[in-house]
C-alpha cells in the first residue's frame, strides 16, 4: 500500500465552482501534513500547511482528520490559474523526510 | 523569501556518460538536502538525503554508485548521475530547509529534466 494515496482525478470544473478532494496516509505516526501545488513541468510550490483544527487560506481550506487519516482541500470560486496539480505531502517525523501522493490534477475552464 | 536553485534545468545525454545536477541554496545554510526523482505522473520518491561534510544517506533501492551525492558546502549539494541509461530519464528536484523559516517549509529548486538518449 502506498504511503500517500490520491484520486488522480483529473476534476475539470467551471469558473467559480467549488472543488475539493482528499488524500489518505497510511502512517498513523505522521506528524505533518501539507499542500504543495506543481504545474506542468515545474517544481513543487508549498501551498499550505494543515493543521489539526483546520485552516484556511483565502480562497483554501484544508482539513485534517486523524481518525480515518486523511486530508482535504478544498478551492472556493475556482480560477482558471488554479489549475494545476495538487500533491498531499506528509512528513513522518521533524527529519523533514517528506513523502508525496501523486497528486491531483484540476482543471479550471472559462 | 529563501531560494534553491538547480542547474542545469535541462539535459540531454548519451547513454553511458555521466551528468552533475548542482543544488543551490541561495540565501541560506542547508546543513540538509533532499534529492527526488519524479517520472511521469508519478509522485516525487526521495532518492537520499545530502547532509553536509558527510556521507548522504540513501533511500532503500537506490545505487549510491550510480546516484553519487557530495555536499561539501553548506549551500551547494550536487547530484551525479553514473553511466547514465535511458532508464534514468526523469525529473530530478532537490529540496532544503531554511532552518530560519516557518514552519520548517522546505523549497524546492526548479527541478532538472534529464534525457538519456
Known amino acids: 500500500r502506498k504511503e500517500v494515496e490520491q484520486d488522480p482525478g483529473p476534476f475539470n470544473v467551471p469558473e467559480g465552482a467549488t472543488v475539493a478532494f482528499n488524500c489518505t496516509y497510511s502512517?498513523?505516526?505522521?506528524?505533518?501534513f501539507f499542500w504543495y501545488r506543481q504545474d506542468c513541468r515545474k517544481e513543487p510550490k508549498l501551498l499550505m500547511s494543515?493543521?489539526?483544527s483546520g485552516n484556511e487560506d483565502g480562497r483554501f481550506t484544508a482539513q485534517l482528520n486523524r481518525a480515518s487519516q486523511y486530508i482535504s482541500l478544498l478551492i472556493r470560486d475556482s480560477k482558471l490559474s488554479d489549475s494545476a496539480t495538487y500533491l498531499c505531502v506528509v512528513s513522518r517525523s521533524n527529519d523533514y523526510k517528506l513523502s508525496f501522493g501523486a497528486g491531483t490534477t484540476v482543471t479550471v475552464r472559462a | 523569501g529563501a531560494v534553491v536553485s538547480q542547474h542545469p534545468s535541462w539535459v540531454i545525454c548519451k547513454s553511458g556518460t555521466s551528468v552533475k545536477i548542482e543544488c543551490r541554496s541561495l540565501?541560506?545554510?542547508?546543513?540538509?538536502m533532499f534529492w527526488y526523482r519524479q517520472f511521469p505522473k508519478q509522485s516525487l520518491m526521495l532518492m537520499a538525503t545530502s547532509n553536509e561534510g558527510s556521507k548522504a544517506t540513501y533511500e532503500q533501492g537506490v545505487e549510491k554508485d550510480k546516484f553519487l551525492i557530495n555536499h561539501a558546502s553548506l549551500t551547494l549539494s550536487t547530484l551525479t548521475v553514473t553511466s547514465a541509461h535511458p532508464e534514468d530519464s526523469s525529473f530530478y528536484i532537490c529540496?532544503?530547509?531554511?532552518?530560519?523559516?516557518?514552519?520548517?517549509?522546505?523549497?524546492f529548486g526548479e527541478g532538472s529534466r534529464l534525457t538519456v538518449l
Open positions: 494543515v493543521y489539526s
Open positions: 529540496s532544503a530547509r531554511d532552518p530560519q523559516g516557518i514552519n520548517g517549509e522546505l523549497f
Open positions: 540565501d541560506f545554510q542547508a546543513t540538509t
Open positions: 502512517n498513523s505516526a505522521s506528524q505533518s
